[in-house]
């Protein structure tokens, strides 16, 4: 973003990568207090995905292509899988330390998430939005209900195409959304056309309405509520995504 003379994003991004490096140095001194030790790969037993594969490594560096709404849809979607890594971790770890831990460290990539999306919603204006002082046509709306409602239809045909462990979690996945159809009953306003697309472009619409909506929100337990909708929202698109 530097080399392409955009340099309140590239604040964004020095920023981040500094509180990213905090949250690796935090994790080592844990290990070493705990154990003695710094983290071991080796134990890994698991692949961690790529973030950024080599081409693409290539064309950030060098290419005008790499505008900064393309930076920033990268950048939301890795932070969403360390939400959601953090997330599953705190979800599952019977150790209270280590659940704790993760809780906090979710919340940061929470905050993140919370930061990039605002820059994207801003770069996606600049670079791909109406003319200046237009009218946005008027058009049919729906609220968050109708949405998480038809998400839950789409998450009940998807339970029954899959097994084991994938349809435990998609049944997991629209009990939730069919209780967040309730509880956010009057929340947001959205294009009526978004239900005539796929699960996760729905879950993404609804992931980014619940983070905006908390941002803007007065009342702390409006703050809060949205906050528990956007965090189960991400969690709910990270996994959605997996699938593909």
């Known amino acids: 973003m530097r080399g392409q003379g955009k340099a309140d994003l590239a604040d964004v991004f020095a920023r981040l990568a500094a509180a990213e490096r905090e949250h690796v140095d935090s994790v080592t001194q844990w290990s070493q207090l705990r154990r003695g030790k710094r983290p071991d790969p080796a134990l890994v037993r698991w692949e961690a995905p790529a973030a950024l594969p080599a081409d693409a490594a290539a064309e950030v560096k060098t290419s005008r292509l790499m505008t900064p709404y393309r930076a920033l849809a990268m950048a939301v979607r890795n932070e969403e899988r360390a939400f959601a890594f953090w997330s599953y971790l705190a979800a599952y770890s019977t150790d209270p330390e280590i659940k704790k831990a993760s809780e906090a460290m979710a919340m ?9 999306r605002k820059e994207r919603r801003r770069a996606y204006h600049r670079e791909l939005g109406g003319k ?6 008027p058009i049919d709306r729906v609220n968050a209900r109708r949405l998480e409602l038809c998400l839950g239809t789409h998450l009940a045909a998807l339970e029954r195409r899959v097994r084991g462990p994938a349809a435990v979690r998609t049944r997991e996945l629209r009990e939730e959304a069919m209780r967040m159809a309730e509880d956010a009953a009057d929340f947001g306003s959205f294009p009526a056309s978004l239900e005539q697309r796929d699960a ?14 908390a941002e ?5 337990a409006r703050v809060e509520a949205l906050q528990g909708f956007a965090q189960k929202a991400i969690s709910r698109l990270a996994w959605l995504r997996s699938l593909t």
């Open 108 to 116: 940061e990539e929470l905050g993140h998430v919370a930061t990039l």
């Open 132 to 137: 200046p002082g237009e009218a946005p046509a």
């Open 200 to 213: 996760e472009f729905i879950a993404e619409a609804l992931a980014d309405a619940y983070l905006e909506g």
């Open 216 to 220: 803007r929100a007065g009342e702390a």
